[in-house]
C-alpha cells in the first residue's frame, strides 16, 4: 500500500511515497480503509521533530493524526464494530499513519462517523473535537454556569467548542472576525466580541477560564481578564511543569519542562490563575459524546477548497505551514 513516511525529523517539511505491507491487526484492533485524512498543523511539529519531547517516534514513520475510512477487517475482541462501518479517529499518540491506504488502530480510538458527515468533513472534526472536549472537561474541569473565553475562536476550533461549552451549560464568549459572528452565535456562544472593533481585554473581566488560541503574545492579555482561582488553558503557548506531570513524564523530563513554562507558571501565579497546556489524545467514547452534539447541532466543519490526492502531500503540508487555508486541508486517500 502507498504510505507518507519521513525518515528522520527536519526543518524542511518535506515526506516520502513509498510502498509499505498492509498492517496486521492484533486481537483489540480493526483495520481501517483510509477514505480522507486531514492535515494539521501537528504533522509539521511531527516532522520537524518540534513535539518530540511529548512523543518521540521511530524512524521511518508514517505521519498523520486523523482520518475518516471505513472498517475492513475486525479483531477478534472487538465487538463494536463491524466490516463495513464507517468511522472517524484520531489516531493514538503512539500509533498515528492516517496518511496512508490502510491504518491499523485500536477500536477504543475509533467511532461511527456522524450521520450529518460525510467522509470529507467527518476528517476535520476528531482533533478539534477532542481537544475541545478534553480541555473543557479534563483540564479546565468546568461546571455549568461558569464562562469561558475562547479568543480568536472564530475558526474550526471555535465551531467544535461552542456548542460542546454549551451543552456542558457554560457560558461562552468568543472574540473573532465579523464574518463568523452569526454562525458562532448560533452554536451557541453567548457574546461575541469582534476584533476589528474591540479589544476583549478592555471589555471582559472575571471570567472563569480562558481557552488560548492565539499564543504566547496574548498571555498577558488573557490572564488579565481571569478572576483569581481561574484557569488559563492555551492550544498553542507551550508545555509546563504541571503538564509534564499529569502525563507521567520522567523526572527529568519534568524538569525540562518546569523550566520551558516556568515564565508562564510565573506570570499565571501573580494573577491567582493556574496555567495549562493539552496535547490532545485518541478516545473513542469522547467520540461517541462528540458525535451527539455534532449531529444534534448539524456541525459541519469548513473545509478548504483545493484538493489534495496522497501524490500531493507536500503542497497540501505547505499550505498548512505556509499558507492560508480556508478550513481544514484534506488529502482524499481512496474513492
Known sequence: ???VQIKKYSKKIEAQIVEIPIPEISDHEVLVKVKVAAVNHLEILNITGSVKLIQDYEMPLTIGNELTGVVSEVGKLVSQFKKGDAIYTRLPLDKIGAFA???AVDAKAIWHLPKNLDFVTGAAAPLTGLTAYQGLHEELNAKAGQTVFIPGGS??????AVPIAKAMGLKVIVSGNPSSREQILAAG???YIDYTK???WEILKGVDFVIDTLGA???DRELSII??????????TGT?????KDHGFPKWKQLLFALAGAKFDRKAKKHGVEYRFIFVRSDGSQLEEISKIIEENNIIPAIDSTEFTLNQVNEALRLVASGHPKGKVVIKVSD
Do not use: D
Request: aromatic share 14%.
Open 1 to 3: 500500500m502507498k504510505a
Open 217 to 219: 503574545a496574548e498571555f
Open 198 to 200: 474591540e479589544n476583549y
Open 240 to 244: 509546563n511543569k504541571q503538564f509534564a
Open 101 to 103: 491506504e490502510y491504518v
Open 155 to 160: 475558526g474550526s476550533f471555535g465551531q467544535m
Open 227 to 236: 478572576k483569581p482561582g481561574g484557569r488559563l488553558l492555551s492550544l498553542r
Open 189 to 191: 456562544a453567548t457574546q
